[in-house]
């Protein structure tokens, strides 16, 4: 099941229960549509507004993530279009964002090289995308750069980044904490630190990257 709205970005975007106003994530395009999907794992609910999703055939959902006209559950997928944005604080993923297990994982997906967030700073904490304490949530074929950790995993597990690539940060990609964590085929270039760094996050696996 497919769901498809076209969305001036001076409006609300969601992702993973963070409400992104302008002045939290602002695209540099002059002229711009954002293009939305959402696709549901079942049996939960999705609404806002002007729509409604209940009952998709699949596994039940599990997790929910609200926040202006938008409710979404496990096992749905938010589609971030291509652009530059420009970040004015981390996007942060907490444990009320999360997934319930690997067929029910919430994921946030963007346009490989084509969906950049910037978080245009690598001072103390300017993190570019943070789960903190999230679990079963995947982050795929986006890229964070200008960043004091492009993607932190902390205190959470069962996460997974794939295809995303970070780049002109302090630090890349930082797991710690948590367990059974998971990057898959991720780059990470030009950053002064580390590429990928792991620490107290047992059972995680750093693969193809």
Not at 58 to 70: E, F, I, L, T, W
């Amino acid at each position: 099941m497919m769901i498809k709205r076209t969305i001036p970005v001076l409006l609300v975007l969601l992702v993973s229960g963070l409400l992104f106003t302008t002045t939290a994530l602002t695209s540099t395009s002059a002229s711009y549509d954002l293009s939305w999907w959402t696709v549901d794992g079942g049996g939960g609910k999705s609404s806002g507004s002007d729509y409604t999703v209940s009952g998709a055939i699949g596994q039940p959902d599990a997790g929910s993530m609200n926040g202006g006209d938008y409710a979404l559950t496990g096992g749905d997928t938010v589609y971030v279009d291509a652009g530059q944005y420009s970040l004015s604080a981390s996007v942060l993923i907490t444990a009320a964002d999360s997934g319930a297990s690997t067929g029910s994982v919430m994921t946030i997906r963007g346009v490989g090289s084509q969906t950049v967030l910037d978080r245009g700073g690598t001072g103390a904490g300017w993190h570019g995308i943070h789960l903190n304490g999230a679990t079963y949530v995947l982050v795929r074929d986006i890229v964070v750069a200008h960043a004091s950790q492009a993607i932190r995993i902390e205190n959470g597990g069962g996460n997974e980044l794939r295809d995303c690539t970070v780049w002109g940060s302090t630090a890349g990609i930082v797991m710690a904490g948590g367990g059974t964590n998971r990057v898959q085929g991720c780059r990470a270039h030009h950053n002064a630190a580390q590429g990928v760094y792991v620490y107290a996050s047992p059972y995680s696996i750093v693969a193809d990257s």
